[in-house]
């Protein structure tokens, strides 16, 4: 699937993308998302209370054999990935707050992907690779604590950093979608309709759910945005990881079945849900007049 | 009127002179050449783009580059003493440089609106004739058709990321050109700001020309700008304010607002220094106070204003009502309003008491309203800090006298509605080659406003509305504003605008226009709703709703146009 070589050059994508991130944050961004743990709050219940159920019911509903099954709900149960970062600043949302749901999900992720996993999946025994979690931390943390600093001794840079980081983060999206079509097309010929339908309704389901969910409880559009994006987007790469870790064989390609398509199409489904945000976004900009003179 | 006759000034600040008898500068270039003495190697203006990509000059810098465009225009582009240069281009660094220039080479600036079209552009130009022209790449594709009637011989061309950093210029210039498309190739002949810069300085350094010796000649008195108003009202024209004039005011209005550290403060211009109010209070007050001015190319989204309050302490900030009212709607300004930010002062348009209340609210520091018009240089009144009152325009700055004046021109009661009359240093020499305008603005002195306003006993001034949008039923004065200000508070009224129409029985009758809510009112509703809250003469004869109404290009109603459509429907039936 996918080499180390590719893996490096993605990891090094991710971390110059992040560190423009981090230049579009101050400080001040994170002690506010923090001061109001409430966003935060529902995010970690979106992410480990309705997308586990949403993974649980497509596993029981849909027509899949068993190793699919155990891919939807391992699937499901992922804290955010970093994708959900990039999506979330192009689509206009709190980005402090979506860096922060990741962390949380992903720290909580120790505690509550096994717990969640026995609850829906009874004996379901789960090797959690720790180092994956923390190489995931580190490549979110870091660059976003360089870039902070970046823009904090020079604006200019910080805004320099961030054009090419976002530039990047663009070129990667398309790449992503690009290259993975060829690698994985046999794949892709010999999957079935159901594993299909998991695999792209669970980021649709996800967004639309923890946006809704957040609007209900009045979070304003700018965090409802943030919040679906990141209850939607799972962190691919650390699944697959698991399945690698615990399963072996022709079973553990089986149940990689998920989350490689769901890989695929989430980046799909958030560009077009950023392109939509985008728009809402313009729209409920106030209208100023032509000149203010 | 002497001195005892005005009340107002018991509420001068002890440290203010309440007449300022001499200046401190003789001419605008004198200021900028004094302020760069003092502040030498601080930040003068900062360029601020919406991404935060931003440069800074200092004050040497903006004197020596002034310095240098100066001998420019002079010695390479054969401008004389009182030829006219035109400046277009948004709040930007090529902004201070072209226009100090222009004062420091004896030359008349004439500020020209970015956003005006080829077509209004040719009638400035006609009306200005000016020798030399400094433009902004984005407008340049309009020139064709602006110089048809008068030819400008000089072009100088600049951009908005001018004077920033190569890598954050490389990246603004590819963006404008390959994602925005607002670069056009110029194919008039044009000289583009750096180049012109360094051909002045090289010029001046072959020469030895003394810069200062551009305007030992130039007298207080003599016009530095042409600034053009009544864009809304239809003639347009150009008040000709002095040196004396944008000295003194910037000197007035500087005396009322007090706590300011000198070298200290951190204003931020988000309003185009085009405007005569931000080019006299920020772009020549805060620069002689040493303030560093951060500029912001273009407010619009108000999320353009994002970095620029994030990245630097602002202490200070000019804006308009739009402006207020916009921030606070802004949810990262409600999260983070600026910390060290002392006050605001509000110009240009009534600032609603409801927006300066919430502006407090959510920045805990007030906003000072003024008041004022282009023809005196802007500034005649002011609200003092601390003494502040709603709704009120303030009182009279230094060295001015304001007054109330009946139909007759003698001066109304306390408290009577009249049109404010004002006089002082800051009002313009006349209008550019409208001698019979001018007399119709000017008498004796006296600067006819157009605007109906009362004093009350202290000496604080309130504005009711505009003259000519009087309306006259039955003999009786009513003030549109008031009739609106009441249509406006209907829960079920979004927007109103209110003219008088000719009506046999009463002479004109009161005619409401209103954008609903929702559209089950009626106009019994409207008319019930008003005879609750006026008296019966006030209460609209007629209300006809729309779905919206003529605004001009800042936002304001323009009751002109809808009194047009009454009077073209009233032709044709």
């Known amino acids: 699937m996918v080499g180390p070589l590719e893996q490096a050059i993605l990891a090094l994508m991710i971390f110059v993308i992040m560190l423009g991130m981090g230049a579009s944050l101050t400080p001040r961004d994170f002690v506010l998302a923090l001061k109001r743990p409430y966003g935060l709050m529902i995010g970690v219940i979106s992410q480990y209370g309705f997308m586990p159920l949403i993974g649980f019911l497509l596993a029981v509903s849909l027509p899949v054999p068993e190793p699919i099954k155990v891919g939807i709900l391992i699937m499901a149960c992922m804290p955010g990935g970093t994708t959900s970062n990039i999506f979330t600043y192009f689509s206009k949302g709190n980005l402090a707050l979506s860096v922060l749901m990741t962390v949380t999900s992903t720290v909580f992720g120790v505690l509550l992907i096994p717990l969640v996993l026995v609850l829906y999946a009874g004996a379901l025994d789960l090797d959690i690779p720790r180092e994956n979690i923390i190489a995931t931390l580190v490549l979110l943390l870091l660059p976003v604590a360089i870039g902070m600093v970046l823009r904090k001794l020079n604006a200019n840079t910080g805004a320099v950093t961030e054009f090419m980081g976002s530039l990047l983060a663009v070129f990667f999206i398309v790449f992503l979608i690009v290259s993975w079509i060829p690698r994985n097309w046999g794949f892709l010929m010999e999957t079935t309709w159901g594993t299909y339908f998991a695999s792209i309704a669970l980021g649709i389901v996800g967004i639309t759910i923890g946006y809704l969910f957040a609007r209900a409880l009045r979070l304003h559009p700018r965090n409802a945005r943030t919040v679906g994006l990141e209850t939607g987007i799972q962190n691919g790469p650390l699944a697959i990881a698991i399945i690698a870790f615990t399963f072996a064989g022709t079973e553990a390609q089986s149940i990689m079945a998920v989350p490689v398509l769901y890989s695929l199409f989430i980046v799909i489904i958030s560009t077009l849900v950023t392109l939509y945000f985008r728009r809402a976004n313009t729209a409920a900009e106030q209208k100023m007049p032509d000149s203010l003179l | ?573």
């Open chain 2, 1 to 573: 009127m002497s001195l005892e006759d005005r009340p107002w000034t018991a509420f001068y600040g002890p440290s203010v002179r309440k007449e300022i008898t001499s200046t401190h500068y003789r001419t605008i270039g004198d200021l900028i050449g004094a302020a760069a003495h003092l502040y030498g190697r601080k930040p003068a203006f900062t360029a601020c783009l919406p991404n935060g990509m931003n440069g800074t000059l200092t004050f040497d810098q903006v004197d020596e580059m002034s310095d240098a465009l100066a001998v420019y225009l002079r010695e390479i582009a054969g401008l004389e003493r009182g030829d006219r240069v035109a400046l277009q281009m948004p709040n930007g660094l090529s902004f201070p440089i072209a226009a100090f220039a222009v004062f420091k080479a004896g030359c008349i600036l004439v500020n020209v609106n970015p956003l005006y079209t080829s077509e209004e552009m040719a009638k400035q130009f006609e009306d200005a004739e000016p020798n030399a022209l400094i433009i902004v790449d984005m407008f340049a594709d309009k020139l064709p058709g602006a110089i048809k009637g008068h030819p400008i011989p000089n072009i100088i061309v600049t951009q908005v990321a001018e004077f920033l950093p190569a890598m954050p210029r490389g990246i603004v210039r590819l963006v404008q050109k390959y994602w925005d498309k607002t670069l056009h190739p110029i194919d008039l002949p044009h000289i583009r700001l750096p180049e012109a810069l360094a051909a002045g300085r090289a010029k001046r350094a072959a020469q030895s020309i003394a810069v200062e010796e551009y305007r030992t000649d130039i007298a207080p008195d003599d016009t530095a700008c042409l600034q053009y108003t009544g864009g809304t009202t239809g003639v347009s024209k150009a008040a000709m304010l002095s040196h004396a004039n944008l000295i003194m005011n910037m000197e007035q209005t500087m005396e009322m607002i007090s706590g300011v550290e000198k070298g200290k403060e951190v204003a931020l211009t988000a309003l185009p220094m085009y405007h005569i109010f931000a080019f006299t209070v920020n772009l020549l007050g805060f620069y002689s106070l040493g303030a560093r001015s951060i500029l912001i190319p273009n407010p619009r989204p108000l999320s353009n204003l994002k970095r620029a309050f994030e990245n630097y302490k602002i202490t200070w900030m000019s804006g308009v009502n739009t402006l207020f009212n916009g921030l606070t709607n802004e949810i990262w300004f409600q999260d983070t309003p600026p910390k060290h930010l002392k006050f605001a002062s509000a110009g240009g348009m009534a600032l609603q008491s409801s927006v300066a209340e919430r502006w407090e609210e959510v920045t805990g520091k007030p906003v000072l309203e003024g008041y004022g018009l282009t023809e005196s240089s802007p500034v005649l009144t002011f609200n003092p800090l601390g003494k502040t009152r709603a709704n009120s325009i303030g009182i009279p700055v230094p060295s001015t006298l304001v007054r109330c004046l009946g139909e007759d021109g003698t001066p109304v009661g306390l408290g009577e509605p009249g049109e404010l009359a004002a006089k002082g240093p800051q009002i313009m020499r006349g209008y550019w080659k409208k001698p019979d305008e001018t007399a119709k603005t000017l008498r004796d002195g006296w600067l006819l406003t157009g605007d109906i306003a009362t004093m009350d006993k202290d000496g604080y001034f309130r504005i009711v509305d505009r003259k000519k949008d009087m309306v006259l039923v039955s003999g009786f004065n009513v003030y549109p504003n008031e009739i609106e200000d009441c249509l406006a508070r209907h829960p079920g009224v979004m927007e109103a605008a209110v003219i008088g129409v000719p009506d046999g029985a009463s002479g004109e009758a009161v005619k409401a226009f209103v954008v609903p809510h929702d559209t089950a009112l009626t106009e019994a509703d409207i008319r019930a709703y008003c005879k609750q809250h006026l008296t019966n003469y006030k209460v609209p004869k007629t209300v006809e709703f729309r779905d919206d109404l003529p605004k001009s290009n800042v936002g304001k109603i323009l009751r002109k146009d809808l009194r047009a459509e009454e009077i073209a429907k009233r032709d044709a039936a």
